[in-house]
């Protein structure tokens, strides 16, 4: 299934239905007096959490949603059916934008959750409902009224609970790969990782959900390389794993580039607390390892951990200082249908 985390849609409610003029006409019966019904109500639009769901791409196909329109009223008093309501079926943690990508209309954290959308117009009176004791012969009724209808974009934001960042190549897909079940891409060349992933990890009993985007360089904030569109799969996470590859040139730079990036984008990711690691250490001689380590020390203002993705060296410590974050009750508790799989226990 591809992954799609951004659709605009069109959706319009249903028109009511328009009321009736009749009188009733019946042998034998001397006075029939008036007998229109009432139009019925137009559908609405209702957006619903689905469960199971990770992506947008029912959207990429199909773009335009329109609910039934009201039945109009009939002789006899009958009123119109009620219109037929249209929902679309989202992910947890999908976001409703006006069309100026900008005015947040809602926001869906919860599976099962329902958000009318726009509700149908209400049918018009047939002439039955204005008969009164001085008006015993009405020959008016009302017009249905119309349904709602606009542009919306949907938004998805995936639900983690701790999201790693970094460089291309820093040996996130790796890291991803060894602590849980998940199955990204790896390989030798930059921008791997073309589309967000989640992966279920279990450290020492506790089970959160993990979220790997792809790298990051100078300049992602204006468009280069993939950009930071997919910065937004992070922002619900409480807490950001920051890879530094121990094979880059200068360490410190590199952790900085990245940190602008996160700046420039906003989001409050700069105000997240970050676990900052020293990748790949197992690649680089002791002297190198040291430098590389002092250098990211100075630009990060912390000790770094020292791991290895490739051999494991230092990933329980990593895992159970993002647990001790998280603490007992993850955000993502239903993020895990999406990640699939077993976890690794640490």
């Avoid at 009939?74 to 069309?99: C, W, Y």
């Avoid at 993939?226 to 409480?238: I, K, N, S, T, Y």
């Avoid at 100075?298 to 647990?323: C, F, H, Y």
């Avoid at 009750?329 to 690794?344: D, F, H």
């Amino acid at each position: 299934m591809k992954f799609l985390d951004e659709a605009k849609v069109y959706i319009r409610s249903g028109d009511g239905g328009n009321g009736c003029v009749a009188f009733r006409r019946e042998k034998f019966i001397e006075f029939g007096g008036p007998s229109g019904g009432n139009g019925g109500r137009g559908g609405n639009v209702i957006i619903e959490v689905a469960d199971g769901l990770n992506t947008l791409i029912d959207y990429r196909y199909q773009q335009h949603f329109k609910a039934q329109k009201g039945e109009n009223g009939m002789g006899s008093d009958r009123h119109g059916a009620n219109g037929k309501n249209i929902v679309l079926k989202v992910p947890v943690g999908t976001q409703i934008f006006d069309e100026d990508r900008e005015t947040l209309i809602h926001d869906f954290t919860k599976v099962g959750e329902k958000f009318v959308l726009a509700e149908g117009g209400n049918g018009g009176f047939g002439n039955a409902h204005f008969k009164s004791s001085t008006n015993r012969a009405p020959r008016n009724a009302n017009p249905g009224q119309p349904g709602e209808e606009r542009w919306i974009w949907l938004r998805l934001k995936l639900i983690a609970d701790a999201g790693l960042v970094g460089m291309p190549n820093a040996g996130k897909s790796t890291f991803l790969s060894k602590v849980s079940a998940a199955r990204p891409k790896i390989a030798d060349y930059p921008f791997t990782t073309l589309h967000p992933q989640l992966g279920v990890v279990n450290a020492d009993g506790r089970e959160f959900v993990l979220a790997d985007i792809p790298g990051l360089i100078e300049g992602a904030h204006e468009g280069t390389g993939l950009g930071d569109r997919f910065l937004g799969h992070v922002e619900r996470c409480r807490v950001l794993l920051h890879l530094i590859d121990a094979t880059c040139e200068h360490a410190g730079k590199a952790y900085k580039t990245v940190r602008k990036e996160l700046d420039a984008y906003g989001g409050q990711l700069t105000d997240k607390i970050e676990i900052v690691a020293l990748n790949k250490i197992d690649a680089v001689e002791p002297d190198e390892l040291k430098k590389q380590k002092d250098r990211l020390k100075r630009a990060a203002k912390k000790t770094p951990l020292l791991i290895s993705g490739a051999t494991g060296q230092g990933v329980k410590e990593a895992l159970r200082a993002l647990a001790d974050v998280i603490g007992e009750s993850p955000v993502s508790a239903k993020a895990k249908s999406a990640a699939e799989a077993e976890p690794w226990s640490a």
